[in-house]
Structure formats: C-alpha cells, structure tokens
C-alpha cells in the first residue's frame, strides 16, 4: 500500500505527530496507512536471551507501566514520561518520536544509550539499522520510499549496568527539550567497563558522543571522570541559536545535564549490583 503512493504515503501509528504536520501543509499526503493494529508493531516482549523487542507502534504508557521495562531499562520509562502528555502518552509511541527524526526527540538519546537497534521492513526485504545512524537531518531519516519501523531491539541489561535520560525545559511539563541527555554506564570492581553518551537538540541530528563515551572506558567511576567526560561531550554539540536558548546556553547544558545523567547511571548501575 505504501509503495503504491510511494512518497505521498506515510504510516500513521499514534498519529501525534503525523496529524498535525500534515494540517500545517508540511506533507502532502495521498495515503496514510493505519499501523496501530499490526501486531508486529505492538509487540512488547523480553527475554534474557533475546532481549527487549519494542514493537514502533507500542504506545507509551505500555513502556512505563511494564513492571519489567522499569526494572531492567529504566532510561525508557525516562523517555517515554516525557513524551507530551499523559493524554499524548496513550497513543504517541516511541517508534513514532523516532521516525519524526527531530533533532530534539526525547526517546532518541535513550535508545542510543541502550544499544537500540532499528529492525526496518519493506517491499526489498528486511534490514537492521543502530539507531544512532537511523535519523539523517532534521526531520529525515534512513527510510527510503515503501519502508517502516518494525520495531526496535535492544540487547538484554548487562551486570551492573545502569542508564538515564534527562532533559532542560523552560516549562515544567509539556515542552521540547532545549537540550537532552542519555547515558549508559557498564562497571567493573567500580571501574566503567563501557559507556555511551548521547545528546538531543544540539545538532542536526540526535548525536552519539563516541568520543566522550570512550574517554570513561577503564576509568574509576568518580567525579573525575564524569567531569573529562562531560567536557567532551560539549564539544560534541553543534548546536545553533534559536528562540529557545542560545548556542552558548545549549553547549552549558550539555555539560550540566551530561554530569548528572551519568551519576544517576552509575548510582543504578550500583543498585543492581547490591541487588
């Protein structure tokens, strides 16, 4: 169905997002193509062996209220809390904030941190993709025409790992983040084994901070270390000046904001090695 408009088709999912750009005049669309009852994209499963499977059409509110999501990766219940509203929450999904490919997507930052991988499906077969390579530009992605997200798979939780994801508002609830953070942390005898770091609405894209991440690896998982690393992550950033915060403001935050989301991973990390 989608190959036939190719272009001028678009999948609508939650439709949060799709609804209201396309009364704006940014798409114009010939075809939607109705997702929410695929039941591929609604799958929700875990297993140690296989890890998580989160269908691209799962709604929010599924992902905070599965007992087993908040135990085992926390940095989602993080993103998808975040999402709009509780009302949004219940349609708006992860899958969705992702194939917006806004710069500034809350869900993004975790996904990275977590090691997500895109399963994409279409009329040439089926591919897996890192999510860190899944957004292209501002609102692009890698989908090429007759393609969709399946779904997004993420490896099981390693032994004493622990990730978050936070954000700058200026409001308190209900706005884009002038700039996120996620961070994941492995630790080994209160050493980082391995990190990653990823940063939302400082660039073209949501930024995988590979060089900021790898600056922790081997480290003690002290304040000096999360210092050295959250002045790399600054300069990761590519941020530009806008109505909501200046560049300046943005590069500030993105040291603030990297410094406690890695303590609040390593502070999880720790909690489930005493578990």
């Known amino acids: 169905m989608m190959a036939e408009k ?141 393609e969709l997200l399946v779904a997004v798979k993420f490896p099981s939780p390693r032994p004493n790992s622990g990730a978050h994801y936070l954000r700058f508002i200026p409001r308190n609830e209900m706005d884009i983040a002038v700039v996120g953070v996620g961070a994941s942390v492995v630790l080994d005898d209160g050493h980082i084994r391995s990190a990653r770091i990823a940063l939302a609405a400082v660039g073209p894209t949501p930024i995988f901070a590979t060089e900021a991440s790898a600056l922790l690896v081997g480290k003690e998982a002290n304040e000096g270390a999360i210092e050295e690393a959250a002045e790399a992550a600054k300069g990761a950033a590519r941020p530009i000046s806008d109505m909501r915060g200046t560049a300046h403001q943005r590069v500030h935050l993105v040291g603030v904001l990297t410094k406690r989301a890695l303590r609040t991973a390593i502070r999880r990390a720790n909690e489930v090695r005493e578990r």
């Open 6 to 146: 190719g272009a001028k088709a678009r999948i609508l999912a939650g439709g949060t997002d799709i609804l209201v750009q396309m009364r704006a005049g940014r798409h114009q669309v010939e075809r939607l193509v109705d997702v929410k009852n695929v039941p591929e994209l609604n799958e929700l499963s875990y297993s140690e062996g296989d890890g998580l499977t989160l269908g691209a059409a799962v709604p929010c509110y599924r992902i905070y209220e599965d007992e087993t999501i908040a135990r085992l990766y926390p940095a989602l219940v993080d993103s998808a809390s975040l999402i709009g509203s509780v009302q949004i929450q219940d349609r708006a999904s992860v899958g969705g904030n992702l194939c917006n490919g806004s710069p500034s997507a809350d869900a993004i930052p975790a996904l990275i941190a977590l090691e997500g991988t895109c399963l994409v499906a279409g009329t040439k077969g089926r591919r897996s993709v890192p999510v860190e390579e899944f957004c292209t530009g501002p609102g692009r992605t890698l989908l090429e025409e007759g």
